[in-house]
Structure formats: C-alpha cells, structure tokens
C-alpha cells in the first residue's frame, strides 16, 4: 500500500478539543458553502457536498448549521467570497507538505503560511514542488469496536476497494476517489459507523522523523492547521508510536 497521511490520524485524534474552539465547525461550514455554491444545493445531486454533509454529521454538527451553510453557498442567505487553492512546500527533514486552503483573502493566507514555514524551519515551495508525490484516495476510519472483522473485509472486497489494513484501533479503507460514495453507501448500508470519511491526499511513500525533525514538523502542522483559511493539510511524515509518546512525555 501506499504511504498514510499520519497528519490527518493525529488530527483526528485532537478532534474533540478542535471542535471545542470551534475550529473543526469552522472549517466544515467553509466547505458545504463553496460545495454548494460550486455544485448547487441539492445534497443528492451533489457528491461534493453529500461527502461535506455526511462528515459534519460525523462530527455532530447541528442540522441548522448545515443548512445556514447550504444556503450561504446557494446565495439564499448572505455569505462571504470564498476561494480555493493550495500551497505546497517542504517541512523540517525535507517532509512534503500540501496546505489546502478556503479564504477570502488569498494575499493574507500565503503571507501566514509562508510566515509559518520559516518559523519551523521549513520552505514554501511553487505549486508542482510535492504534489506529484501524493495520489488522491478516497479514505475510511473504522473503529475496531464499530464492525466484525470479517464483514468489514468482505464489504472492501465487494465494493472493489484498493486496500484495508488494520491500524491499531481502526480499520482503514482506501477507495477511489470517485467511489468514496459507494463505500459510504456501502457502510451505512451495513449500518456500519465510521469515524472518518473523506477524500484524501495520500502519500505514495513515508519519511521517518525523529528527534527535534519530528518535533518541528507536528508544530509547524499543528501551527497551520490553527490558520483560520486552512481547510486540511496533508503530509508525508511518519513518526512511530514510540517516538510519539516520547514526545507526549517530555
């Protein structure tokens, strides 16, 4: 299998704090409003916008919200000009980062993300510079507790799903990305809960950090992800559970 974006795992892991300071809200509204506004409001008609709904409700998310946010991207109510775009560079120990942002003000998002870069020692690269070294999935968590082994193999093989591999606590399944309604379909279908449902920028292979690197590299992610215009960040890192809880203890 290919490389795990290990960022979008611990972020997962701080979701509840994130959702506490509003910021996980934040950025789900940013993205049923451009999905609305970009593919119109009807939720079944609309793949983009049915995958940003169903991770709000994930999420819990009041239903109010998500229609405000709707009808914000649909003009029935009035929004804010969002625009959409990436930044790309290189993190401490060389590490690829991809920055996808939603903003209103792109001059101000590239000045605080590139601000960050050289705060942690990375680089802000041009567009192209680590792109080519992810591939975009379609991307499942399940909770080991949430499913039968067995059912949750035979339900990937069915739906034609690339890989499942056993992630500790989770079971994770990657899909095309233009199948990730199928696989959701698929869960539901079984009555299956997921604790991630996205599509993803998933690196084709790992760099192992440790040390100061591994250190930077969660600050300089963490920092990032705090910018009100980022949407999600992927990355080629990996840190080991051990090195991670060394870490934690320090």
């Known amino acids: ?11 997962h ?5 994130d959702a506490k300071r509003g910021k996980l809200f ?4 940013k993205e049923i409003t451009v999905a609305a506004r970009m593919g119109g409001g009807d939720i079944e008609g609309n793949s983009r916008l049915r995958s940003a709904v169903a991770t709000a409700k994930t999420a819990n998310m009041p239903k109010d919200n998500i229609d405000r946010a709707i009808k914000k991207g649909t003009g029935e109510l009035e929004g804010f000009n969002l625009e959409e775009t990436s930044y790309e560079g290189y993190g401490p120990g060389g590490v690829a980062v991809l920055v996808n942002v939603l903003t209103d003000n792109k001059n101000r998002a ?8 050289s705060k942690y020692n990375g ?13 975009k999935k379609g991307f499942a ?8 082994e067995e059912m949750l193999y035979d339900l990937a093989l069915e739906i034609g799903a690339e890989d499942i591999s056993d992630e500790g606590n989770e079971f994770e399944i990657v ?7 199928t696989l959701r379909e698929a869960l539901e279908g079984k009555d299956i809960k997921y604790s991630q449902l996205e599509v993803q920028m998933i690196p ?7 040390g100061k690197q591994a250190q930077q590299t969660l600050k300089l992610l963490d920092a990032l992800e705090e910018l009100d215009d980022v949407q999600s960040i992927s990355s080629n890192f990996d840190i080991s559970d051990e090195e991670m809880a060394q870490m934690q203890g320090s």
């Not at 680089?123 to 591939?135: I, P, Q, R, Y």
């Not at 899909?175 to 309604?181: G, N, V």
């Not at 084709?204 to 440790?210: A, D, I, K, M």
Request: hydrophobic content about 40%; overall charge negative; charged content about 25%.
């Open 175 to 181: 899909i095309a990305p233009d199948e990730i309604e």
């Open 110 to 117: 590239v000045a605080d993300i590139r601000h960050l870069f």
């Open 123 to 135: 680089n802000l690269g041009e567009t192209g510079c680590v792109s080519w070294m992810f591939d």
């Open 141 to 148: 968590a399940v909770p080991k507790d949430a499913v039968d």
């Open 26 to 29: 934040s950025k789900l509204i």
């Open 13 to 17: 892991k701080k979701g509840a704090a």
């Open 204 to 210: 084709q292979t790992n760099v192992t950090l440790t």
């Open 1 to 11: 299998m290919s490389g795990h974006n290990k960022w979008s795992t611990i972020k």
